[in-house]
């Protein structure tokens, strides 16, 4: 009888993209900055996160935006094959209505990200509950390749990673490494084939 094989997927969240946080920004300059933050180049790698199979590693899964793609190309180097799927893009936010009113970049990013969750901020945008529906169908593409394949890799974003991996779980995978959500966060699971 064949002995059980570990399989592993890692999320990878994206390296910090080269747009600056300084200064306050009314509306409108939040929304510019939310537009640069999707459409800009990364920070330079200074190091590549420790732990991953690069030698195993020929294609990586990553979202559509730029910051995905370029972050997946500086770990894994230009001969690995990218996978990019709107699937694995983050979920989406937009800045709210605070006419003439200036404030640090963040109050605008968590107060839109807050009242999106809330369903009070997603005119045009998918919803909350499509958005973790969506991440679910990631859990189970990653799933299915990491039967096929034993190793997987996915770069993407903070919070589709996050529900990712909360699907993962209830999927039967196990949380062995967990970096955190930061710039270049590794969470690797494992599940037994089989299991």
Known sequence: MDQPVTQHIFLIRHQRPDVSKKGFFNQQQAGQFLKNYDTSAIEQLVTKPAGLPYEHVTQVFCSNLPRAKQTARAIFGPGVTLIEDALFNEFQRQVFRVP????????????????????????????????????????????????????????????????????????????????????????????????
Not at 102 to 124: D, E, Q, S, T
């Open 100 to 195: 003439k009113i200036k404030f640090p970049i963040k109050f605008w990013l968590y107060g839109a990200r807050i009242l999106w969750l809330l369903g009070l901020n997603n005119k045009g945008l998918e919803t909350f509950g499509q958005a973790r529906k969506r991440a679910r169908k990631a859990a189970l593409k990653l799933g299915q390749q990491a039967a096929t394949d034993g190793k997987v890799v996915l770069v993407a974003h903070g919070f589709l990673n996050f529900f990712v991996r909360r699907a993962l779980q209830k999927m039967g995978w196990r949380v062995v490494r967990a970096d955190g959500g930061g710039f270049l966060g590794v969470t690797e699971l494992v599940k037994k084939s089989g299991k």
